[in-house]
């Protein structure tokens, strides 16, 4: 969602269409409007004019942070989670490049039926006191992070399934440094825009729903976008315990819906342990 702020008044206004031309809070026409500003440029389009006019949901939720929160976990939180998209699909940005069959291979293919019905076990992510019940094996990955990053987090722990046919699994646990507080509207705020960021991505809708693991306040974000021509959907847990980010990330294709029950299944069997 991209707003535009109202000169007079101050309200950031939603975009629901191109034709927005009153403030809904004042309701006075809007010094920033796509059609004025069109009639003066008419060789660019709404895509032009939002880049210069308009603000993300990322950036409005960036504003409505408390300064600290907004200078530690939200910065991270985007990184982390940013680093470990980025990481995902990957794939598929090759893909763009290597041709069309290798984007059918990875995205078009549906998750076998058969995920459901194997042997699903508890496991116990690294040395954090996260565990979900997988079909499968979690392989350790290494996200580079920026030097910002370093000076706040203590110790991250980052686990990866990736399968051939485009179900992606990917289970991060930060421990920040003390005296940081993790923030669960940054984190989810930074999340999101990080991933509203990556090339190659469009169409992008997502929703939030609060939730607890056991006593912990957490947040279950459902994204969809197109990748290229495809469309996908991520499913996005992340949970806040005073210095620890927990996030659990699936992503499969939009019409896969094994790959959904996969993921309500994995992230529903969330627990962790000190409450």
Not at 104 to 112: C, I, R
Not at 126 to 148: M, N, T, V, Y
Not at 265 to 272: D, F, L, Q, V
Request: glycine share 6%; charged share 25%.
């Amino acid at each position: 969602m991209l707003y535009i702020k109202c000169t007079q008044c101050g309200f950031n206004n939603p975009v629901k269409s191109e034709t927005i031309l009153f403030c809904e809070s004042c309701n006075k026409k809007l010094e920033h409007n796509f059609k004025d500003w069109h009639k003066m440029h008419p060789d660019k389009t709404f895509d032009d004019f939002s880049k210069q006019y308009c603000i993300s949901e990322f950036d409005l939720n960036v504003q409505n942070l408390p300064a600290q929160n907004r200078k530690r976990t939200f910065r991270v939180a985007a990184i982390i989670l940013g680093s470990a998209f980025v990481f995902l699909i990957i794939l598929g940005a090759v893909g763009y490049y290597v041709g069309k069959r290798y984007l059918d291979e990875n995205f078009k293919t549906q998750t076998n039926q058969t995920l459901l019905t194997e042997s699903w076990k508890e496991v116990q992510i690294g040395k954090s006191d996260l565990q979900l019940k997988l079909p499968f094996a979690l392989e350790k990955q290494e996200i580079p992070l920026p030097e910002a990053a370093k000076n706040m987090i203590d110790t991250m722990e980052s686990y990866s399934h990736l399968s051939d046919n485009g179900f992606k699994v990917m289970v991060s646990v930060a421990n920040y440094k003390e005296g940081i507080e993790t923030n669960l509207d940054g984190a989810v705020a930074g999340s999101i825009g990080e991933m509203q960021k990556m090339q190659g991505t469009s169409d992008f809708k997502w929703n939030r729903t609060d939730t607890l693991i056991g006593s912990l306040k957490g947040a279950m974000s459902v994204v969809n976008f197109k990748l290229l021509t495809y469309p996908m959907e991520v499913k996005l847990l992340t949970v806040c315990n005073k210095n620890i980010l927990y996030q659990i990330f699936t992503q499969y294709s939009e019409d896969d819906e094994t790959g959904k029950k996969a993921s309500e299944r994995i992230i529903s069997s969330a627990t962790i342990k000190k409450n």
